[in-house]
Nanobody, 127 residues
Framework: QVQLVESGGGSVQPGDSLRLSCAAS????????TGWFRQAPGKEREFVGG????????QYSGSVKGRFTISRDNDRNTVELQMNSLTPEDTGVYYC????????????????????WGQGTQVTVSS
């Protein structure tokens, strides 16, 4: 099965930026949509954003839209999550997950369709 590894987490102050990366054991993400999720202590896991590799279509949750950007790195075959203007509410464990791309190459998927998950990387935003 596909193995996913997140990297780039850390502890920062409000207003700072972080860039997370998701790498896969597969040769490329070409057959997948990649989603970013996060889970704060005591909270439910929530969707952050996603991207379809083949067409580059992206989707973001309302809480991060305009601050976070998901992109493909074609040279490294990774999916990046650029996070700007971080706030304490962004604190949590961030996971990348992969779903086989639907025939219509939609970017929206149910959580159960994300078959492969990484171990997560911690992001802490505090003063």
């Amino acid at each position: 099965q596909v193995q996913l590894v997140e990297s780039g987490g850390g502890s920062v102050q409000p207003g700072d930026s972080l860039r997370l990366s998701c790498a896969a054991s597969e040769r490329s993400f070409s057959a997948y949509a990649t989603g970013w999720f996060r889970q704060a202590p005591g909270k439910e896991r929530e969707f952050v954003g996603g991207i379809v590799w083949r067409n580059g279509r992206t989707q973001y949750s309302g809480s991060v839209k305009g601050r976070f950007t998901i992109s493909r790195d074609n040279d490294r075959n990774t999916v990046e999550l650029q996070m700007n203007s971080l706030t304490p509410e962004d604190t949590g464990v961030y996971y990348c997950a992969a779903a086989p791309t639907a025939p219509d190459m939609r970017v929206e998927y149910y959580e159960f369709e994300y078959e492969f998950w990484g171990q997560g990387t911690q992001v802490t935003v505090s003063s």
